[in-house]
């Protein structure tokens, strides 16, 4: 492989800093693998490099990949959701940060809403008043019991925002990262 190719892949892994070292090693392996296959088929380095297309667009859709292809919700996903966002640049600078602020809070304050409307009926049968935790509606308040069934409700609410706000962010990556599939390497 010579310089012009091997400077491809430093600049894509330029764009792939936010993954962890094992993570972008892997995703540069494969792309070596790919310039290798090319080589042997005779491409020159402008075509090869043509095939692959512009390294942050490269590494943006390996990006929107490997979040895409994740299950569930964890540290490691909204970091690469950064990284991600660090490659889409202008185009995600609303709809990406957004959804990954959004998407773990409706979730997070979906489980603890029902949390507190418990927290108040116990409290309320045990004698405690806690006038902070609470659905008031203008004068009109209301006991314990409905409220803690409004936090249910409430709750239930923000999850499934929460999962939607989630979904719609994987459906944007997804359609951003389509670069990559479209590959004829």
Request: some cysteine.
């Amino acid at each position: 492989m010579n310089k012009e190719l091997e400077k491809y892949l430093n600049s894509v892994d330029k764009y792939l800093k936010p993954l962890p070292a094992l993570e972008r090693a892997d995703i540069i392996k494969e792309i070596e693998s790919s310039v290798l296959e090319m080589e042997r088929d005779q491409l020159s380095d402008e075509q090869i490099i043509k095939r692959l297309g512009e390294p942050k667009n490269l590494a943006k859709a390996y990006l929107g990949d490997l979040l895409a292809n994740q299950k569930g919700i964890s540290w490691n996903k909204v970091l690469t959701a950064c990284a991600f966002y660090s490659a889409v640049g202008f185009s995600g600078i609303v709809i990406i940060p957004t959804l990954v602020i959004t998407a773990p809070v409706f979730i997070f304050c979906g489980a603890i809403c029902p949390a507190l409307g418990l927290f108040k009926l116990i409290a309320s049968m045990l004698g405690y008043h806690i006038p902070y935790i609470s659905f008031q509606f203008g004068a009109l308040s209301f006991s314990p019991a409905v409220e803690f069934i409004f936090s249910l409700i409430t709750g239930a609410i923000l999850v499934i925002l929460g999962r939607a706000a989630w979904k719609l962010l994987l459906y944007y990556i997804r359609a951003v990262s389509k670069t990559k599939n479209h590959l004829a390497v």
